[in-house]
């Protein structure tokens, strides 16, 4: 079966640096896709990965390893308005998006 | 605003009753998708066009849910007899279709809540 595994929650400080983990199960693989969603609101494009390695986008990058199976989301400097859920998403073989359950990110001042 | 936009925002209906949602995508942008999305949870695909061409639909869908993209532009979902599972978050993204992995860019969302 295909599947997305990322932790439910996450807690850390305002300035610090967090990691979120993704691991996924697809028949085949087409890319890597990271979104956040705020609270009652849609999805926003984060990164893409489909060759392993880290891209980085500002405060924040992304790193795939394709031969494990896995993918994190690395957050910089985090402010108060990074606290939203981070969706973790892999492309099948038929082009479709298999999404996780999401990471809610908590920050603290 | 030139994003995905979605109306109604919020909808709230008895059991049993039909209700229609609209998508107006991103101008020019030939793909076109809908998900449904439950609160602790990622979003569920429900179907994909390509232009007006409806090309995969969601094996858990149900036949009370229909799509249709008519001109290649708007869509719209229906859900006939409404239940109280039907309740959640419709959304409706969009990618300009240059080639196969290109990004989705989703709508705020319509709130559907079945009483």
């Known amino acids: 079966g295909q599947n997305i595994d990322q932790p439910t929650e996450m807690t850390a400080t305002e300035g610090a640096i967090v990691q979120i983990n993704c691991t996924y199960q697809?028949?085949?693989?087409?890319?890597l896709f990271w979104y956040q969603q705020h609270a009652g609101e849609a999805p926003t494009f984060l990164s893409y990965n489909v060759l392993d390695g880290l891209e980085e986008k500002g405060r924040f990058s992304s790193f795939l390893s394709r031969s494990k199976g896995y993918s994190y989301l690395l957050l910089k400097e985090l402010q108060m308005k990074d606290s939203a859920s981070y969706l973790c998403a892999a492309m099948d073989s038929n082009y479709q998006l298999i999404w996780g359950a999401g990471t809610k990110l908590i920050i603290k001042p | 605003d030139t994003g995905v936009s979605q109306d109604p925002r919020h909808k709230i209906t008895k059991r049993g009753q039909n209700v229609t949602f609209r998508c107006d995508p991103i101008s020019e942008h030939n793909r076109l998708y809908w998900y449904r999305q439950t609160l602790g949870q990622g979003p569920e695909f429900l179907t994909y066009f390509q232009n007006e061409a409806q090309l995969e639909k969601s094996r858990l869908l149900s036949d009370r849910f229909s799509a249709e993209r008519p001109k290649g532009s708007f869509s719209t979902l229906e859900i006939q007899r409404t239940e109280q599972g039907d309740s959640a978050m419709y959304l409706c993204a969009s990618s300009p279709g240059q080639g196969h992995t290109d990004t989705q860019y989703f709508g705020p969302g319509t709130r559907l809540t079945v009483l």
């Open positions: 697809t028949s085949g693989f087409n890319g």
